[in-house]
């Protein structure tokens, strides 16, 4: 009963700026990690960036320098600023949040937005 909902993909010139949202929702008592996953087509899923629940972020080489992740853990939701846009990054863009079971036995249940398209053009 969690849903991820994600926003602000769209076709933007190389050189340009986007900024991506996914907001969590349902029954969520806390949060773990998040990250943005992307997938271009005939290509794997590859991770973009990931943050912990305490803020700690870790990035892809193709992203470093370049996207920030962040999150506002009271709004349940994880952010991704992308500068400088290139257009080998095009892919369907995906957030994705790891949320402990209802029992601990269990570990943490992945949960993944529908994806938002990034298309890099000119």
């Known amino acids: 009963q969690v849903q991820l909902v994600e926003s602000g993909g769209g076709l933007v010139q190389p050189g340009g700026s986007l900024r991506l949202s996914c907001v969590a929702s349902g029954s969520i008592v806390s949060i773990d990690a998040m990250g943005w996953y992307r997938q271009a087509p005939g290509n794997e899923r590859e991770l973009v960036a990931t943050i912990t629940s305490s803020g700690n972020t870790k990035y892809a080489n193709s992203g470093k320098g370049r996207f920030t992740i962040s999150r506002d853990n009271a709004k349940n939701t994880v952010y991704l600023q992308m500068n400088n846009l290139k257009p080998e990054d095009t892919a369907v863009y995906y957030c994705?949040?790891?949320?402990?079971?209802?029992?601990?036995?269990?570990?943490?249940?992945?949960?993944w937005g529908q994806g938002t398209q990034v298309t890099v053009s000119s």
């Open positions: 994705k949040a790891e949320i402990p079971a209802r029992l601990s036995y269990f570990g943490n249940y992945n949960y």
